[in-house]
């Protein structure tokens, strides 16, 4: 069965980084359940849990809440492999954006980014993963080395006019949030959010070869093109479930919309490929269930809310089915 993935140049580097910051690299490799040789290849591709399992380890040996802005701060636009190359040959700001944009899956297939222009004010946006829920220094990190590159590709101190965080505002907000992000920081919101002028958008791109650009971005669309026929349908409904996690248990009709198709045409399809909306929506859920039971910091009944139950009892006989041990008796041997 296929889930969607993480290219492994960012779990890499968090690796590497966290082995100068003085936590050795097979500590943290067996605290998050990776063999050497599953991170030896910065192009090979791991799945999102096991990158929740890595966030986790990390955090357990760096619980600071600035600690994911620090990794960003510290990335190379470099190490992040064909997109970073296509934002670095872009002609400006803009273009590099919309190119992230289009190829984000070959980073992360779980986030879906959108780029929004309004009234010459230009968004970078995306909505949190249900996976790292309880890890807002991941988002920090995927929002401070999107600015990091944006910064090393204009050789400027590139800062926006407004960023929004999806999680609560800390108490007190560390210093160096606004040292990094400014001072117009947004705490509580549905989604991450970078949001830049219409001049910001326009700055060149330095040493930018924009020939090669259009050539990398041709090689992005055949990578973007494996990745989608090897998911298909079944990996498009994986990631409308996803998404629709953050409104509560999403549902067959609902996902049918998004997808633009009848429900009974969606059930029908799918059961062409020998699965169905119930059994993927489980399917996500029992994966979910084990990686946020993995965190004792959430208490049992928080991973109910977290995964759509409006009822603890119903997430317990769910997840009985799907283990066939309680959630307490999950958590006590995991």
């Avoid at 400006?92 to 010459?120: A, M, Q, W, Y």
């Avoid at 910064?151 to 160096?176: G, I």
């Avoid at 059994?279 to 039971?293: F, I, Q, Y």
Wanted: glycine residues 8%; charged residues 25%; proline residues 6%.
């Amino acid at each position: 069965m296929v889930f969607e993935t993480v290219l492994l140049r960012g779990p890499q580097f968090l690796i590497e980084q966290s082995a100068e910051w003085g936590i050795a690299r097979g500590q943290l490799l067996r605290e998050a359940g990776l063999r050497p040789e599953e991170v030896s290849d910065p192009d090979a591709r791991i799945p999102i849990s096991r990158y929740v399992d890595l966030w986790r380890a990390i955090i357990s040996h760096f619980p600071e809440p600035d600690v994911g802005l620090r990794f960003g701060s510290a990335f190379d636009i470099r190490r992040g492999g064909l997109v970073a190359y296509l934002l670095l040959h872009s002609p400006d700001l803009r273009t590099g954006i919309e190119r992230i944009v289009k190829f984000s899956r070959v980073l992360n297939e779980g986030v879906r980014p959108r780029f929004r222009l309004d009234s010459g004010r230009g968004s970078l946006s995306w909505v949190r993963s249900p996976f790292f829920r309880p890890y807002p220094q991941a988002v920090d990190w995927a929002l401070s080395t999107l600015l990091t590159s944006l910064r090393q590709a204009s050789s400027t101190d590139l800062k926006p006019k407004e960023v929004w965080f999806p999680y609560a505002k800390p108490r007190p907000v560390p210093a160096a949030y606004r040292e990094h992000f400014g001072s117009s920081l947004r705490f509580g919101c549905e989604e991450a959010r970078l949001v830049f002028s219409a001049e910001q958008l326009d700055l060149p791109v330095a040493d930018a070869e924009t020939e090669l650009g259009v050539y990398l971005e041709r090689h992005a669309e055949q990578v973007l093109s494996g990745l989608s026929s090897r998911t298909g349908l079944v990996g498009r409904v994986r990631c409308q479930i996803w998404e629709d996690l953050r409104g509560g248990r999403p549902r067959l009709e609902g996902t049918a919309v998004a997808l633009g198709m009848s429900a009974r045409n969606l059930q029908r399809q799918l059961g062409a490929e020998g699965t169905s909306f119930a059994g993927l929506r489980d399917e996500m859920l029992r994966h979910l269930a084990a990686s946020l039971l993995r965190d004792r910091r959430l208490a049992i009944s928080e991973v109910a809310v977290l995964l759509g139950y409006s009822e603890p009892s119903t997430f317990y006989r769910a997840f009985r089915r799907w283990k066939k041990a309680s959630p307490v008796e999950y958590r006590a041997t995991s």
